[in-house]
């Protein structure tokens, strides 16, 4: 969709994404001519529609580094979703605030920072925390939100069987042989 | 008054160079792989997840690298029967790594990922009317699969897809002009007009259809070492494409897919000849290069 401001005949440019508001989006389009300010403001179903093309929404912050602050698209949609399980909303706004699936994976409920390392075995005891590198990290923030919960509760187990409280990149790589991948 | 193609970009978002950027990503990371091959049908219910296995197995013995994308989110199957469900994934580098099946097949399956008590669901804004937005959320989601798991260097990609004509035709539209299809069908004429219509609906495209495999094409009976018809005998029409091969209905073979047991541990049966003789005529539709590696 591109904005055209009529009396300047000059495309108009995004300025801001305003936070969201109900699943709708306000975006707001200056004419660079006149300085002519407007907002769209997308009803829940276009935003679903344009959320669903998988990219980000808000000014180019390569090309507009001095922009107001804009906020991602997965933004409003994480807090437009239907209130009833504040669980799942707890963790849909801390770290699989963007993951899809954060209603529906029961695993996704120990991959909390919050939980790393504290997920509850069958026999019911607590089991040890396992701390993760920043190295380790970083690998598996590369990687997709749907995966990630199962991938920490995974190798935090992994690690756990192999007597070490520490997952490293030393550790991750130790798994991919040992499962042959 | 300026026409909307007479406006360079679109005022800064850059929807539609984000969307190009993640197909030139997909487009890389599937570099390595020689060949994408598509099973489908349009019909449901015919056997394209358990021919999918299947043949993937029989190629893999041949010596080939393998990988399958259970494409059908909604259904997926695969994980089951891999024997890949609960797998763990392991972060790369930069990718995720694949579980493999016991004879190296890497799988992706939402079955690994979702319990079969639960379905596919999605964050919304807007509450109800996913009939407006769900495929491009799951074509989304298909391209960030690709783009972001280590395929590496594969001799054979197989997506098993969905059932449904018309999302067939999507995939060839989501994936790669490159990508091959291959059709399954059953020996039932309302089956066949289906398929048959996924044929005319890909045809218009630029993708190859390399034939269509009559799946449950009769059964066999272990009492009898014989196949024995297992729909009403009909005169199939011209599918105006190649037969790469019959497969019969093995009901044993069927509990052990569902067991996750793979072919190349089971005995030789006539189903097991039959699917190696559809591997063949599958490599042989493709190019010359697809000979097993020395």
């Known amino acids: 969709m591109k904005f055209l401001c009529v009396p300047c005949d000059s495309p108009m440019k995004l300025q801001t994404l305003a936070p969201p508001d109900g699943g709708s989006l306000s975006v707001v389009y200056s004419c660079p001519e006149c300085g002519y300010e407007m907002a769209m403001l997308t009803n829940p179903f276009e935003t679903q529609l344009v959320t669903s093309l998988g990219v980000r929404i808000g000014p180019d912050t390569n090309a507009n580094a001095s922009s107001v602050a804009s906020a991602s698209v997965d933004e409003p949609v994480a807090n437009a979703r239907p209130s009833g399980d504040e669980k799942i909303e707890k963790n849909a706004s801390t770290s699989s605030g963007q993951c899809p699936f954060a209603a529906m994976i029961p695993a996704m409920q120990q991959g909390t920072p919050e939980s790393a390392g504290h997920a509850t075995p069958a026999n019911g005891e607590e089991p040890l925390p396992v701390r993760w590198t920043s190295g380790a990290e970083t690998r598996l923030a590369n990687i997709p939100e749907f995966v990630r919960p199962m991938a920490r509760t995974g190798i935090e187990r992994f690690a756990r069987e192999r007597g070490s409280l520490e997952v490293d990149e030393k550790i991750l790589d130790e798994a991919k042989d040992f499962f042959g991948m | ?294």
């Open chain 2, 1 to 294: 008054m300026k026409g909307y193609h007479d406006i360079v970009g679109d005022g800064g978002s850059r929807v539609l160079e984000q969307v190009a950027e993640k197909q030139s990503r997909i487009t890389k990371g599937l570099a390595k792989v020689r060949q994408l091959v598509a099973v489908g049908s349009g019909k449901g219910g015919v056997g394209k997840s358990t021919l999918t296995l299947h043949l993937a197995g029989a190629l893999r013995a041949r010596g080939l690298r393998v990988a399958i994308l259970d494409a059908d989110f909604n259904g997926p199957s695969q994980a089951r029967m891999a024997g890949v469900e609960g797998a763990l994934f392991v972060p790369g580098s930069r990718k995720v790594a694949l579980p493999r099946t016991k004879n190296g097949i890497a799988v992706f399956s939402m079955g690994s990922l979702i319990p079969e008590s639960e379905a596919l669901e999605f964050e919304s804004a807007a509450q109800g009317e996913s009939h407006t937005w769900r495929a491009t959320k799951e074509f989304a989601l298909l391209g960030e699969i690709l783009e972001s798991f280590e395929w590496g260097a594969l001799d054979l990609l197989m997506f098993d897809l969905p059932p449904g004509a018309e999302r067939t035709v999507q995939f060839a539209d989501f994936l790669e002009p490159r990508t091959s299809f291959v059709l399954v069908t059953i020996p039932s004429e309302v089956a066949r007009g289906v398929v048959a219509r996924s044929v005319a609906a890909l045809s218009k495209g630029p993708n190859r259809l390399l034939g269509y495999v009559e799946n449950m094409s009769g059964y066999y009976c272990r009492d009898c070492n014989a196949i024995k018809p297992l729909f009403v005998s009909t005169e199939p029409p011209a599918m105006e494409i190649p037969c790469l091969g019959t497969v019969p209905f093995d009901p044993e073979l069927a509990q052990h897919c569902d067991r996750g047991t793979s072919l190349a541990e089971l005995p030789e049966t006539p189903v097991g000849r039959a699917l190696e003789h559809v591997a063949q005529q599958l490599l042989n539709s493709l190019e010359p290069t697809m000979e097993p590696p020395r």
